[in-house]
């Protein structure tokens, strides 16, 4: 079955810097790649994703990049604000034909993100 | 957005007894919803993937007798922890999956098992 690294496991920096969490995965069908960021004790919530027919994705101070040759992705947060303070998931999974039917989830194990002002 | 809600929120109960958590996805239907267990400070654990109008689809070493789905219609699935005892005390998170693929979860239930 599909295996997603996560690194690193914390993350600590200055507001204002940028911050970077990368991610693997191992099997080479997966082309749904979804992050999510947790506060404790609150639900993980949809930032951002990205499908494998694109290279990178942009969302105002959120990017994520994918490379399927090497089979990683990447997370990217610029500008950082004491309320990206949170735990922050990748995951991956394969979409059936069509693109219609998408697979369950293997998440990351997860990165401590903490920013201080 | 997908709007996902979960309830309880907390349970504590007796050990011996059952617990049922529902997960309903608000404003779109979820062919496929999903439950997982997450432990402090771990990443979620998917238990099993719950198909409306069939039987849910178990991971490897999930008890199916233990941990009892429903979904029973294209905006609810259940979760019945049954005879539910100290070491089942964990976080319960649901999800659904929307047409698009994206997974939109629920709040979560903290079940605490005296």
């Known amino acids: 079955g599909e295996n997603v690294e996560q690194h690193p496991s914390t993350l600590s920096v200055q507001e204002g810097d940028s911050a970077v969490i990368k991610c693997t995965y191992s099997?080479?069908?997966?082309?749904?790649f979804p992050w999510y960021k947790q506060e404790l004790g609150k639900r993980p919530q949809l930032i951002i994703d990205?499908?494998?027919?694109?290279g990178e994705k942009k969302d105002q101070r959120i990017a994520v990049t994918l490379n399927k040759t090497a089979k990683h992705f990447s997370l990217h947060i610029t500008e950082t604000q004491p309320e990206d303070s949170a735990v922050y998931f990748c995951?991956?999974?394969?979409?059936?034909?069509?693109?219609?039917?998408?697979?369950?989830?293997?998440f990351g194990q997860g990165t401590i993100l903490t920013v201080h002002p | 957005g997908a709007v996902v809600s979960q309830h309880p929120s907390r349970v504590i109960c007796k050990s011996g007894t059952s617990v049922k958590i529902e997960c309903r996805s608000l404003?779109?239907?979820?062919?496929?919803m999903f439950w997982y267990r997450q432990f402090p400070k771990k990443s979620l654990m998917l238990m099993a993937t719950?198909?409306?109008?069939?039987?849910?689809?178990?991971e490897q070493g999930v008890e199916k007798d233990k941990f009892l789905i429903n979904h029973a219609s294209l905006t609810l699935s259940t979760l019945t922890v049954t005879s539910a005892h100290p070491e089942d005390s964990s976080f319960y998170i649901c999800?659904?999956?929307?047409?698009?693929?994206?997974?939109?979860f629920g709040a979560g239930t903290r079940l605490s098992v005296l």
């Open positions: 999800s659904a999956r929307a047409t698009d693929g994206a997974q939109y």
């Open positions: 404003d779109f239907q979820a062919t496929t």
């Open positions: 719950s198909n409306e109008g069939s039987k849910a689809t178990y």
């Open positions: 990205i499908r494998s027919n694109v």
């Open positions: 099997d080479s069908a997966s082309n749904y």
């Open positions: 995951a991956a999974s394969i979409s059936h034909a069509g693109g219609t039917s998408y697979g369950k989830l293997t």
